[in-house]
C-alpha cells in the first residue's frame, strides 16, 4: 500500500498536462502512485503506462467523476490532488504530509505561488465569504509576509487529504464541477469536526489564472 496517491487532474490543454507529469515524475517522493483523470482521448506518446495509472471517462462522465473515481480507487493514506498546469520541485510533499501527524487533521493546503511571480501567492487555500462566494485566500500578496493565513481547505487544484477522511464525507460533490466541490468538501470536512491547515514549506508553483 503507498503511502501518497497524486492524483492529477487533466484540466487544462494536453501540454500542461505533460508538463504537469513530468515535475511530479522527477520529483515524486518514494512509496508513491501517480493516477491521472483524463475525460479526452490521450495517445500516452511517451508510453508511461508503467509509471502512471489513467483514469479515463467512460460514457457521459465529467472530469469531476474521473477525479472521484482516482481517489477511491487508491489504497494510499494520503491523496495529493493537483491540476494540470501546476508545477512542483523536489520534496514538495514532505511538509504537507508532516501535518497528517495531527490526528484531527484532514486536509492540508500548500502555498500555491505564482510561476511569473514566485514570491506572489495564488492561494494559501480557501475562504468562503457570506453569500456563499468561494475566495482563495492570500490572492496577489506577497509569499515574503511572516504570516501564515488560515483557510477553511485547501483549493482542489493544489490540495492534500487523509484517504479516510474523504471517505467519511463521501468524496468530492459529483453535481459540482471542480472549481466548486473544493469548497463544499472543506464546509463537509468541518461540519465532520476535522480540520484543514496550511502549510507553507510545501510550495507548488501555478499559472495565476489557474
Known amino acids: 500500500m503507498p503511502r501518497l496517491a497524486i492524483v492529477i487532474s487533466a484540466t487544462g490543454s494536453i501540454e500542461s498536462l505533460e508538463g504537469t507529469l513530468v515535475s511530479v ?3 515524486r517522493p518514494a512509496d508513491c502512485e501517480i493516477l491521472v483523470a483524463i475525460d ?3 495517445a500516452d506518446p511517451y508510453d508511461l503506462k508503467d509509471e502512471v495509472r489513467f483514469v479515463s471517462a467512460t460514457g457521459r ?7 472521484q473515481r482516482a481517489v477511491t ?7 495529493h490532488m493537483l491540476s494540470s498546469g501546476c508545477t512542483v520541485s523536489e520534496g514538495w510533499t514532505e511538509p504537507a504530509l508532516a501535518r497528517f ?7 492540508v493546503a500548500p502555498l500555491v505561488l505564482d510561476v511569473e511571480r514566485p514570491t506572489h501567492i495564488v492561494a494559501a487555500g480557501l475562504g468562503y465569504r457570506a453569500g456563499g462566494r ?5 490572492r496577489g500578496t506577497s509569499a515574503l509576509s511572516a504570516a501564515t493565513p488560515s483557510a477553511i481547505g485547501p483549493c482542489g487544484f493544489a490540495a492534500f487529504y487523509r484517504r479516510t477522511s474523504l471517505e467519511m464525507v ?17 464546509l ?5 469536526g476535522m480540520s484543514a491547515v496550511v502549510e507553507p514549506g510545501s510550495r507548488v508553483l501555478a499559472n495565476s489564472e489557474i
Open 40 to 42: 479526452r482521448p490521450y
Open 188 to 192: 463537509s470536512l468541518a461540519k465532520a
Open 25 to 27: 515524475l522527477e520529483n
Open 61 to 67: 462522465q465529467r472530469l469531476i467523476d474521473c477525479v
Open 170 to 186: 463521501g468524496g468530492l460533490s459529483l453535481g459540482l464541477g471542480l472549481a466548486q466541490a473544493d469548497v463544499d468538501l472543506a
Open 134 to 138: 468561494r475566495v482563495l485566500i492570500g
Open 73 to 79: 480507487s487508491t489504497r494510499a493514506h494520503f491523496v
Open 101 to 107: 501527524g495531527d490526528r484531527r487533521v484532514a486536509a
